[in-house]
Every structure is written in structure tokens, then in C-alpha cells.
């Protein structure tokens, strides 16, 4: 007998878990801050360099620096909206069917 499955508690429960899975999802979707930090981070890092080492701000090695931080922070944020966008469409399609 398929009493467990065919009870209103048991789908009121199924409800409740599938909410709160989909709460879950929404809450892991990234967010501005996440990308403000991530830089935040690396200005402190090189502040903290210049701080260390006086002398490296009359050096054009930390220019590079700061530019190849800013890049690998430009490319970060474009592979995760890319992947992003791909986990989105994925749900988009399961949810569908």
C-alpha cells in the first residue's frame, strides 16, 4: 500500500524540502560583494607590499603586478558568470520537465 506516498504530510513534506533545496540554490548564486572583496583582497596585498618594501613603488615591477592582479581578477569573474550562467540554464531546463 502506497499510504506514505499518497498522504498529505508526506507531499506537504516533499514541498517543504524541495523549497528549501531551491532556497538553498538561490542563496549559493553569487553576488557583487563576493567580486569586491575578491579585489579589496588583492589592494591589500599590494598594500601591504608597499608597506613591507618602500622602495618597490619607484620599480615598474609593481605596476605589472597590479596589473596582472586585475587581470586574473577580470578572468575569475568571467569564468564564474559563464558557469554560472550554465548552472541557471541547467536548472531552467530540469525545471521545465
Known amino acids: 500500500m502506497k499510504h506514505n506516498q499518497d498522504s498529505p504530510q508526506a507531499l506537504a513534506e516533499e514541498m517543504l524540502q524541495?523549497?528549501?533545496t531551491l532556497r538553498e540554490f538561490n542563496s549559493l548564486r553569487p553576488n557583487n560583494k563576493?567580486?569586491?572583496y575578491r579585489s579589496a583582497g588583492m589592494l591589500t596585498a599590494v598594500?601591504?607590499?608597499v608597506y613591507c618594501y618602500p622602495e618597490i613603488i619607484e620599480q615598474p615591477v609593481l605596476y605589472?603586478?597590479?596589473i596582472l592582479m586585475m587581470s586574473l581578477n577580470a578572468q575569475a569573474y568571467v569564468q564564474n558568470k559563464r558557469t554560472n550562467k550554465r548552472i541557471d540554464l541547467l536548472h531552467k531546463l530540469l525545471k521545465d520537465e
Open 47 to 49: 598594500v601591504f607590499l
Open 18 to 20: 524541495k523549497e528549501a
Open 34 to 36: 563576493q567580486r569586491f
Open 64 to 66: 605589472i603586478l597590479l
